[in-house]
């Protein structure tokens, strides 16, 4: 089983940053890539930004050039930079790990952490 961990949400100013956290622990015998989704009220959860064992990024268009995702394989984390932060990024931010057995992936999801964005 596979724990999955975040931390470093809350309430912050619009234009302001935060940065969030994530760290997994348990049977992750081979780490394929970590990310970043967000659900907001009344929508469906939608990737923010992902990264690859191998340092492959992806973003949500509407984050690029403001979110920032890094990762440790040695530790099984992986970080999301926040910066020029606007309401609209106000959600749950959950992260996923995704760990490849054999030729299968099985993704595990954290609880989420709440981001609000509001003057």
């Known amino acids: 089983q596979v724990q999955v961990v975040e931390s470093g949400g809350g309430l912050v100013q619009p234009g302001g940053s935060l940065r969030l956290s994530c760290a997994a622990s348990?049977?992750?015998?081979?780490?394929?890539?970590m990310g970043w989704y967000r659900q907001a009220p009344g929508k469906e959860r939608e990737l923010v930004a992902d990264?690859?064992?191998?340092?492959?990024?992806n973003y949500a268009d509407s984050v690029k050039g403001r979110f920032t995702i890094s990762g440790d394989n040695a530790k099984n984390t992986v970080t999301l930079q926040m910066t020029s932060l606007k309401p609209d990024d106000t959600a749950v931010y959950y992260c996923?790990?995704?760990?490849?057995?054999?030729?299968?992936?099985?993704?595990?999801w954290g609880q989420g952490t709440q981001v609000t964005v509001s003057s």
């Open positions: 348990g049977s992750i015998f081979s780490l394929y890539a």
């Open positions: 990264i690859t064992s191998d340092g492959r990024t």
């Open positions: 996923k790990t995704t760990v490849k057995i054999l030729s299968r992936r099985f993704d595990y």
